[in-house]
């Protein structure tokens, strides 16, 4: 097999380089070793970047998204018998958006089907070869059993945090930076109205949680959780009673609804960062390069910055002119470093620990941004999203 880029990975940040390669003429192949039906169904981010909301709609990808997007003005925060509204598009002129990582997949994936892009699902055994020759390629057995090999003029990894093309890149080449934080997040799907308009980021001394939302009528609800927890551990009942005591429910009038619980999860919080995000012919996006805690809605919007910049770049590339792909890695960086930055202010801020002396600086600064107009901004700017050259 031969093709101009061989891409790793068939989720969001895979899908959408092919789609914008495709546009100027290039020829892409995507590898993915599950299936399709379980790459669709991935439960994952949420919220859209008014950033990213631009580029899918420039790319032609907007349209089921105009019609079912949620857009929000912003966010509100709480702790204990206080709640306040962040309003973006006062602060800032840009908003965010409700639509599913699944459905942000649905579209790349139909689109993809329509221009008859080349993906080869269930694969295994991916290896990466010659990254620092102009002929690298990618090895791999078929869901039939037979080794394959992809020649390429470029490779990219967007196979996520598990997947081969990260520890491609030599241990003396690359250099990694990791905090795992000392809770998880228990994840929580329900069928049942929103109890609110925008998402409530509450800090409580039981621990932080999150009302978020994926429809009119589907709840996302996450709990702060010790590490160890076990998903069996939470019963409805016990989700449902944290949730109304963290959240509020009867503060002011307001009231949780409940509803039936079909998915719940206990989701590890840690950032890391790898670089560079270029090695020969090997170039990294999404969370192949980097992982951040889901607390600032940055994970998926940061992968797609990643490739609205390594797509043009690749482009120019295979024509001749190196310049943009030399700069990708440095590029990326500087807004991933931000976003992470952001990822890690917003957690430390919310999540709840035993020292009452941090607890006391938390409840401070969360005083500061609800009350401050620069404090807000600065959250606004960050939550809603940085321009994608950052």
């Not at 546009?23 to 439960?43: F, K, W």
């Not at 890391?272 to 192949?288: E, K, N, S, T, Y």
């Not at 043009?312 to 310049?323: N, T």
Request: net charge negative.
């Amino acid at each position: 097999m031969r093709t101009q880029v061989a891409i790793i990975g068939a989720g969001p940040s895979g899908l959408l380089l092919s789609h914008l390669l495709a546009a100027d003429g290039i020829e892409s192949v995507v590898l993915e070793t599950r299936s399709e039906e379980y790459v669709a169904g991935r439960i994952r981010a949420g919220i859209l970047e008014q950033s990213t909301v631009d580029l899918l709609r420039a790319v032609g990808l907007g349209d089921r998204l105009d019609r079912e997007a949620d857009p929000h003005r912003g966010i509100y925060l709480q702790w204990p018998q206080e709640r306040h509204h962040l309003d973006f598009v006062d602060l800032t002129g840009r908003q965010v958006f409700v639509y599913g990582q699944t459905e942000v997949q649905k579209d790349l994936a139909a689109a993809a089907h329509a221009r008859g892009q080349q993906v080869v699902y269930e694969i295994a055994d991916t290896a990466l070869h010659d990254l620092g020759t102009d002929r690298p390629s990618v090895t791999f057995t078929d869901r039939d059993g037979a080794a394959q090999r992809l020649e390429a003029d470029v490779v990219v990894g967007c196979d996520g945090s598990f997947g081969p093309s990260r520890t491609a890149v030599p241990d003396d080449v690359r250099r990694t930076w990791e905090r795992t934080y000392d809770y998880s997040w228990l994840g929580v799907l329900a069928d049942v109205a929103p109890s609110t308009d925008e998402l409530i980021y509450a800090w409580h001394p039981d621990g932080f949680a999150l009302h978020s939302m994926r429809s009119s009528s589907v709840s996302r609800f996450y709990l702060q959780v010790p590490n160890d927890t076990a998903v069996e551990a939470w019963s409805d009942d016990r989700i449902w009673e944290a949730l109304a005591t963290r959240l509020g429910h009867g503060q002011d009038g307001w009231a949780l609804d409940t509803g039936p619980i079909t998915d719940r999860s206990v989701l590890p919080m840690r950032s890391f960062v790898q670089q560079p995000m270029r090695h020969g012919r090997l170039f990294l996006a999404g969370d192949a390069a980097h992982i951040v805690p889901p607390t600032g809605a940055k994970g998926l919007n940061l992968a797609v910055a990643d490739v609205a910049l390594l797509a043009p770049a690749l482009v120019a590339l295979l024509r001749g002119d190196p310049a943009a792909a030399d700069a990708y890695s440095d590029t990326a960086l500087r807004r991933v470093w931000r976003c992470t930055h952001f990822s890690w202010w917003m957690t430390t801020m919310l999540h709840t620990g035993a020292d009452p002396f941090d607890q006391q600086l938390q409840l401070s600064q969360l005083r500061w941004v609800t009350s401050s107009e620069a404090g807000a901004s600065g959250l606004a700017e960050n939550y809603a999203g940085l321009p994608i050259g950052f």
